[in-house]
Each structure stands twice: as structure tokens, then as C-alpha cells.
């Protein structure tokens, strides 16, 4: 999706955070719940409403749903680009005022469980929204990626223990 740049360019404005968790269910539980339209407000932040045109099952669909982020009640438009069942699944995200992110899910079956990966990646605008996106909306993806693992906690009640990971910036 990004255009390959200098490691320089990379370190300074291409913007990856990634956390992950272990769920004591199996993976194929945890990826129909996941990819499923009709689970999405029960982890999905912020979630208000998702348009009943939405479609989330092959490279290409597209889902847009509304959303109160960031204190701002938003338009989200989502484009399935890769999905694996099972395995993992790829989409892009564009909404205004905020630079388009590249969102990347996966999954790992882990003994009776599974290891959910979740991943985003934006390039930072230049001038002061890119000061913004590389502190400001840094640390809110995080902390919405942070709130759905939490949410799919409850969602799976598995009663489990969950490992939580976090990386990258």
C-alpha cells in the first residue's frame, strides 16, 4: 500500500502500532466472530451504526459504518483487500480529516486457543497534522486497539487467561 521509501522517510513518518492477546477459544471461533458484520458493535469503538449495505467476506467488499472517534462522530469506510479464513485478513480504512490507514488482522492457533494480531499502519502528513498523527493519533489507535482486544475479551467470555503484547513505537 506504501510507497517504498528511504529508512529515514520510514522512521519519521510511516506510523505502525500493533498489540495482540491470547484468547482460550479456538481460532476458527474467534475469526467467524471477528469478520462476522453482525458482531462488530459489540468490540468495535465507538461504534454508532454500520450501513445494512455493508459486505465483509471477500477482496473487495467494502463496509462503512459510523463511528464516535476521537470525540467526533465519523464516517468510516472500510475495503477488504486479503482475507484468509483462519488465518488473517487485510483492509484499508479512509475517513476525513485523518490520513488513510492499512489495517492488518491475524490470527495463530496457539495450543486450545489463539493469538489475535492487530496492526495499523498510516503514513503521518507533513506539518503540524503530522506532528498530530505521529503523537496525537498514535497514541489513540493505540489505545482503540487496546479497547477491542478488551471488548473481545468480554465478547469470547471464555473465562480464560489472556497474554496481552504490544509493539512497535
Do not use: C
Not at 11 to 27: A, D, M
Not at 119 to 146: I, P, T
Amino acid at each position: 500500500m506504501f510507497v517504498k521509501r528511504s529508512p529515514l522517510w520510514s522512521q519519521f513518518f510511516l506510523q505502525r502500532i500493533e498489540v495482540s492477546r491470547h484468547y482460550g477459544i479456538p481460532v476458527a471461533r474467534g475469526f467467524a466472530f471477528v469478520t462476522d458484520v453482525r458482531n462488530w458493535s459489540q468490540f468495535f469503538p465507538g461504534f454508532i451504526a454500520l450501513d445494512p449495505e455493508s459486505r465483509w467476506t471477500a477482496a473487495g467488499d467494502v463496509a462503512s459504518l459510523t463511528t464516535k472517534l476521537l470525540g467526533r462522530t465519523r464516517r468510516v469506510t472500510l475495503t477488504l483487500e486479503r482475507i484468509e479464513p483462519h488465518h488473517d485478513f487485510s483492509y484499508t480504512s479512509t475517513q476525513e480529516g485523518l490520513p488513510v490507514a492499512h489495517h492488518e488482522r491475524t490470527f495463530t492457533a496457539e495450543g486450545d486457543g489463539f493469538t489475535f494480531n492487530l496492526s495499523v499502519a498510516y503514513e503521518a502528513r507533513r506539518g503540524l497534522r503530522g506532528v498530530v498523527d505521529r503523537v496525537v493519533l498514535k497514541q489513540a489507535v493505540r489505545r482503540l486497539l487496546q479497547q477491542t482486544l478488551d471488548a473481545l475479551e468480554v465478547a469470547f467470555a471464555s473465562g480464560e487467561r489472556t497474554t496481552e503484547r504490544s509493539g512497535a513505537g
